[in-house]
């Protein structure tokens, strides 16, 4: 059973950075395939980034409302996937998910982000 745990979420002001992290348990591997989505009060899943690839060949994709501003990234030696949020927006205000394979695969609990202006 896939095992996802994400961490790092808080409460940060318009302009500031937060990290999140997913991290997979010891049987489970953070696939070639990853996904960060979020899920603001009263609104649907929305798709924010995806990785592609290992061994350190990756392919990237953000929606255009974090283009520049997150950051998707992974290590595989310790199975966790990242996203680096710069430039919060009071948008960005939401559950933050990772996910594997898929924006509706197998994933994590969350971890709140909520960005005050």
């Known amino acids: 059973q896939v095992q996802l745990v994400e961490s790092g979420g808080g409460s940060g002001q318009s302009g500031g950075s937060l990290r999140l992290s997913c991290a997979a348990s010891?049987?489970?591997?953070?696939?070639?395939?990853m996904v960060w989505v979020r899920q603001a009060p009263g609104k649907e899943l929305e798709w924010v980034s995806t990785i592609y690839g290992g061994a350190g060949a990756f392919i990237t994709n953000y929606a255009d409302s974090v283009k520049g501003r997150f950051t998707i990234s992974r290590d595989n030696a310790k199975n966790t996937l990242y996203l680096q949020l710069n430039s919060l927006k009071t948008e960005d205000t939401a559950m933050y998910y990772c996910?594997?394979?898929?924006?509706?695969?197998?994933r994590g609990q969350g971890t709140q982000v909520t960005v005050s202006s």
């Open positions: 996910a594997k394979d898929s924006a509706y695969g197998p």
């Open positions: 010891l049987y489970t591997y953070v696939g070639l395939c």
